[in-house]
């Protein structure tokens, strides 16, 4: 069977998660981590995309990655196999490095995405490193200074406060909470937006399953984002008009709202007054888009 195509959307935030062939470590020394780091730089400059917050760890690693236009699976791609490239060539061996094809999450509110990175700083600590908050190879110390060289702390730290001293205070008061508490919610919360299909059938620990779940987008959510993103009003967006800058947002309200599963498309119909078939051929089309990208 086909794998699902990614979900891509400018400014979609994605949390990846990629682990060792066989639980292997992906990084035996520190110099492998400083590859894997310099590879993010590279990327980053190559193909547009910010890095919210990151940690690796000597058998996986996670990161927060916002695209632009190019979509995840291409950032992927270039960075996991330029890394198998080097790690197969230092350490004369063949084969795969990374355990099948890595997990990726999208982010669906910014509650969710402040625990989320709280929850990817205490990697170290949960792993009794040392270093704990000190670790190296974590974007946590970036989100205490307020700025960072490979991440982009205060593009999510505004989302706490537009005072910067002020969001740093939030963000170490938020990450106390998360310390104490680490599951997000302890209301019923709904599968997050998986962009795939888990067919390992590995069990996550307590930890990895809380985060990769989270409380479901709503359709007036998803309206408010499509309306923050364009220069549409919400009358022209939900209405009939046919002026292409409003079909093109529309579409895309048509396309996330189907594939994040916020609502079926005989709702999507009744709501926007298209005939289902419309919905339908607006998804495959959007798909056929993202293919040939």
């Not at 084969?95 to 997990?103: A, E, L, S, T």
């Not at 969710?112 to 990697?123: A, E, F, M, R």
């Not at 009794?128 to 700025?147: M, Q």
């Not at 910067?164 to 939030?170: N, R, W």
Request: hydrophobic share 35%; proline share 3%; aromatic share 10%.
């Amino acid at each position: 069977m086909a794998r699902k195509q990614r979900v891509h959307f400018v400014g979609a935030t994605y949390h990846v998660i990629a682990r060792g062939n066989n639980l292997e470590n992906i990084f035996r020394e520190e110099e492998d981590k400083k590859e894997y780091a310099n590879l993010l730089v590279k990327y980053k400059d190559r193909l547009g995309f910010d890095l919210l917050a990151y940690v690796l760890m000597d058998n996986h690693f996670h990161l927060l990655i916002q695209v632009d236009q190019s979509p995840l699976m291409k950032i992927m791609q270039g960075l996991q196999q330029t890394y198998t490239q080097y790690f197969n060539r230092k350490y004369h061996r063949v084969g795969h490095v990374f355990q099948q094809r890595y997990k990726a999450f999208l982010c669906g509110n910014d509650a969710y995405l402040i625990t989320l990175i709280c929850y990817i700083h205490q990697n170290p600590c949960r792993a009794n490193i040392d270093e704990g908050l000190d670790y190296t190879w974590s974007s946590h110390r970036d989100y205490v200074k307020g700025w960072g060289s490979l991440v982009k702390p205060q593009l999510v730290l505004k989302l706490l406060n537009e005072d910067i001293e002020k969001a740093i205070q939030l963000y170490k008061e938020t990450f106390a909470k998360v310390q104490e508490y680490p599951i997000p919610s302890a209301q019923p919360i709904e599968k997050n937006f998986s962009l795939e299909d888990n067919k390992t059938g590995e069990t996550e620990n307590k930890f990895d399953q809380a985060l990769l779940t989270t409380t479901k987008m709503s359709f007036e959510d998803l309206v408010t984002q499509i309306l923050n993103e364009t220069d549409v009003s919400r009358e022209l967006l939900l209405g009939p008009c046919r002026i292409r800058s409003v079909v093109a947002a529309r579409n895309q309200l048509i396309y996330r709202a189907v594939k994040f599963e916020i609502c079926t498309r005989a709702e999507l119909a009744r709501w926007l007054q298209l005939d289902p078939t419309r919905i339908t051929r607006v998804c495959q089309e959007t798909d056929l888009d993202f293919c040939r990208q």
